[in-house]
């Protein structure tokens, strides 16, 4: 099983930016995915995550800016970003939990894709 992230770049602040997690050997209606990210110096943090009935969650950081949604037909999950921020800077991760629950505690997930880097900046 493998998760592929991509999608991150280099944008200005309040630019968009939409970032894609490719999947392989999953059936996402058995997973939870999530998305992380980490900045430099700082512990990797949940941002937001979607269950295999649809529900999600976000944590307040990026609640009403991010929009976290996923497409079974093409196994990919996606992080829709809008009014970027300086301080969204960093590597962005997909990954998937066996445990299906809304949950974005990093340590509740099993399987991590490479990350992505977002660099907002003026």
């Known amino acids: 099983v493998q998760l592929q992230a991509s999608g991150g770049g280099v944008v200005q602040p309040g630019d968009s930016l939409t970032l894609f997690c490719e999947t392989s050997?999953?059936?996402?209606?058995?997973?939870?995915f999530g998305w992380f990210r980490q900045a430099p110096g700082k512990d990797r943090e949940g941002l937001s995550c979607i269950t295999n009935d649809g529900s999600t969650y976000y944590t307040h950081s990026v609640k009403g800016r991010f929009t976290i949604s996923s497409d079974n037909a093409k196994n990919t999950v996606y992080l829709q970003m809008n009014s970027l921020k300086p301080e969204d800077t960093a590597v962005y991760y997909c990954?998937?939990?066996?445990?299906?629950?809304?949950?974005?505690?990093?340590?509740?997930?099993?399987?991590w894709g490479q990350g992505t880097l977002v660099t907002v900046s003026s």
């Open positions: 990954a998937a939990s066996t445990g299906r629950i809304a949950t974005i505690l990093v340590e509740m997930y099993d399987y």
């Open positions: 050997g999953f059936i996402l209606d058995y997973y939870a």
